[in-house]
C-alpha cells in the first residue's frame, strides 16, 4: 500500500512544482513595463545621465573651495647667535633672538562672498543643463518608446487581417468544392495571403527592431523575448491653445533658464573683477624672545611687534578681468535672447505638428475606420454571393487594411509629436 501512494505524492508534487515553474516562466515572459517605469529605469541606470550628474556633483564641490578663507602663514626666525667672549669659544644658541611670527591676507570687498556666489551659481547653471540634457535624452526614449507600442499595434493588426484572410480561403475553398467558384478565381485569392503574411512577418521584425532599440537606451540585457512595454496608444481630441503651452515653456525650459543663470553669474563675476582689483592688506604680528642665559654681558630681550602690508596697486587694478566680464554680460544677455527665440520656435513647430496629426486623426477615428469597415463586409458579402466582382472583393481587403494601417500610423506620428511638444515646453504636458 505503501508502494502505491508515494508514486503518486510524487507526481502530484511533480505537477504542482511543474505548474510553478511553469507559471513563474510566463510571469518573467510577460514583464511589461509603463512608460512611468521606464522612464525611472532610465533615469536611473542610463550611463550618460550618471556622467553628467557627476560633474553637477563636482561643481557643488567647487563651491566648498570658492568659499574657503585665506591660510594665516606662520614664520620662526632665529638670529644673532654670538661666540661667548668670557670663554672665547661658540656655543650654539649664545645670545640668538628666536622670533615666531603669524600674518594673514585679510580680503576686502566681499571677495570671498562672490567667490561663493559665482561657484554656486555655476552649480546650478550645471544643474539646468542636465536637466536639458535628461530633457532632450527622454525624447528620444519616449519616442523609442511609442516605436515599441505603434510595432505592437500593427502586429496585431496584421495577425488579425491574416486570421480574417485565412477565414476567406477557407470559405472560397468550400465554395471552390461545390463549383460555385473558379479554380483561377480560387488561386488568386490564395495567393493573395502571401501579402498578408509578409505583412505580419515584417510587423514582427520591426516589434524586435523597436525592443532592441528601447533596450538599449535603457542599458538593459533582457532577453527581447521576456521584455515589453505597455501604454495608452491613443490620442487626445482636445488641445489647449498655443499661448497656454508658450508660457509653459517659459517656466520650465532648462536650457533657458540657464541661460538667464549665466547672465547672472556673469554680472557676479564682474563684480569678483572689480573687488579683485581692490587692494588687500596683511596683517602680521611676532614676538622676539632672548633669554641671554649663555650670554651675561647682554641683558635679557623680549618684543612684541605689529605690521601692516599693503601692496601699491599702481600698475595692476584688474583692468582687463573688469573689462573682459562686462562684455560677457552683454554675451550671455544676447544668448539668453536666442535662447528665448529658439524656445518659441520649438513650441511653434511642434505644436503645428500636433495639430496637423489631430486635423488628419479626427476624420479616421469619426467616419473613415468605420466607412472602410462597412465597405469591407458589404463587398465581401455581395461577392459571396455573386453580387460582386472579384476584383472588387481583393480592392475591398487593401482598402480596408491601408486605412487601418494608415491611422496606425498616424496615432504613432502623433504620440511623437506630443513627446516632441513635451520636449518644447520643458515637461509632459501631452501623455
Known amino acids: 500500500m505503501q508502494t502505491v501512494i508515494l508514486p503518486r505524492r510524487s507526481a502530484c508534487g511533480s505537477v ?49 573651495t570658492a568659499d574657503l578663507r585665506p591660510n594665516p602663514q606662520f614664520g620662526l626666525t632665529a638670529d644673532g647667535t654670538q661666540i661667548a667672549p668670557n670663554k672665547g669659544v661658540w656655543e650654539p644658541l649664545a645670545g640668538t633672538f628666536v622670533v615666531p611670527s603669524i600674518s594673514y591676507l585679510h580680503e576686502r570687498d566681499h571677495k570671498r562672498e562672490l567667490r561663493f556666489q559665482s561657484a554656486h551659481q555655476g552649480t ?3 544643474a539646468s543643463q542636465h536637466e536639458d540634457l535628461e530633457r532632450t535624452m527622454l525624447f528620444t526614449l519616449r519616442a523609442a518608446f511609442v516605436q515599441v507600442l505603434e510595432s505592437k499595434a500593427i502586429v ?47 510587423a514582427e521584425v520591426n516589434l524586435r527592431t523597436a525592443k532592441i532599440q528601447l533596450l538599449q537606451l535603457l542599458d538593459d540585457q533582457t532577453p527581447i523575448d521576456q521584455f515589453d512595454v505597455q501604454g495608452p496608444f491613443d490620442f487626445a481630441g482636445q488641445l489647449q491653445p498655443l499661448d497656454a503651452f508658450h508660457q509653459i515653456a517659459l517656466d520650465n525650459r532648462p536650457d533657458l533658464r540657464a541661460a538667464l543663470e549665466s547672465v547672472q553669474q556673469a554680472d557676479t563675476n564682474h563684480k569678483l573683477a572689480i573687488a579683485n582689483g581692490s587692494t588687500d592688506p596683511t596683517f602680521g604680528a611676532w614676538y622676539t624672545w632672548n633669554s641671554s642665559t649663555n650670554n651675561p654681558d ?88 455573386g453580387g460582386a466582382s472579384l476584383m472588387d472583393f481583393l480592392n475591398a481587403q ?17 504620440l511623437t509629436a506630443a513627446s516632441q511638444l513635451n520636449m518644447a515646453v520643458g515637461r509632459e504636458v501631452i501623455q
Open 16 to 64: 504542482v512544482l511543474a505548474l510553478l515553474a511553469a507559471f513563474g516562466s510566463h510571469a518573467a515572459a510577460q514583464q511589461s513595463l509603463t512608460w512611468d517605469q521606464v522612464k525611472a529605469k532610465f533615469e536611473a541606470d542610463n550611463p550618460a545621465l550618471r556622467a553628467d550628474q557627476s560633474n553637477v556633483d563636482e561643481m557643488k564641490a567647487e563651491e566648498i
Open 124 to 126: 546650478q547653471i550645471a
Open 156 to 202: 496585431d493588426l496584421s495577425k488579425q487581417e491574416l486570421d480574417y484572410y485565412d477565414h476567406i480561403i477557407a470559405i472560397s475553398q468550400e465554395r471552390y468544392a461545390k463549383g460555385d467558384l473558379a479554380q483561377i478565381d480560387f488561386q488568386r485569392i490564395e495567393l493573395q495571403r502571401v501579402q498578408y503574411e509578409s505583412d505580419w512577418q515584417t
Open 298 to 385: 647682554t641683558n635679557q630681550l623680549q618684543t612684541l611687534g605689529l605690521s601692516v602690508s599693503v601692496p601699491l596697486r599702481i600698475f595692476d587694478r584688474n583692468q582687463g578681468e573688469k573689462q573682459r566680464t562686462q562684455i560677457d554680460i552683454a554675451r550671455n544677455q544676447q544668448l539668453a535672447d536666442a535662447t528665448r527665440a529658439q524656445v518659441f520656435s520649438d513650441v511653434d513647430s511642434a505644436y503645428a505638428l500636433v495639430n496637423s496629426n489631430l486635423i488628419l486623426l479626427r476624420p479616421y477615428k469619426a467616419k473613415y475606420l468605420t466607412e472602410a469597415l462597412q465597405v469591407r463586409e458589404t463587398v465581401t458579402y455581395a461577392w459571396q454571393h
Open 398 to 414: 487593401s482598402d480596408y487594411r491601408n486605412v487601418q494601417m494608415a491611422y496606425l500610423q498616424l496615432v504613432g506620428a502623433y
